[in-house]
């Protein structure tokens, strides 16, 4: 409940940086690459682990992250359709896991 929480209040640019942070922490749950996850190195990692994730939407995402860190210039609309973007992708990866693996998806992770 606290991450969902994380997800929708406190300030827009924090937003999208926690929302970016739990999309490479499904990449990381489903293949650990341990690169840095604002790196260029795992923005790869987050797109070979995650095929559901169109490139395009991924570019964006990780081009909004670097914009929330360093210009601070993203508005309402671009939390939400990162939000969104993430639902869609956490979504379909649940849809493919085993039940062991949804058990450590549900209760030890928590993902939001």
Known sequence: MR??????TGSIDARIRFVYQ???EVAEFLHPSGEDPFSMQGK?????????????????MYD????????K???IRDGEQMYRLYGQC????????N????LQWNVIKCFP
């Open 64 to 71: 909004t992250m670097m914009r929330t860190m360093f210009y």
């Open 3 to 8: 991450k969902r929480k994380r997800c929708r």
């Open 90 to 97: 956490r979504k379909k990866v649940k849809q493919g896991l």
């Open 44 to 60: 790869e990692a987050v797109k070979k682990s995650l095929p559901e994730l169109e490139e395009a939407d991924l570019n964006w």
């Open 22 to 24: 739990s999309l490479y």
């Open 73 to 75: 210039g993203c508005d």
């Open 99 to 102: 039940a062991w693996k949804k």
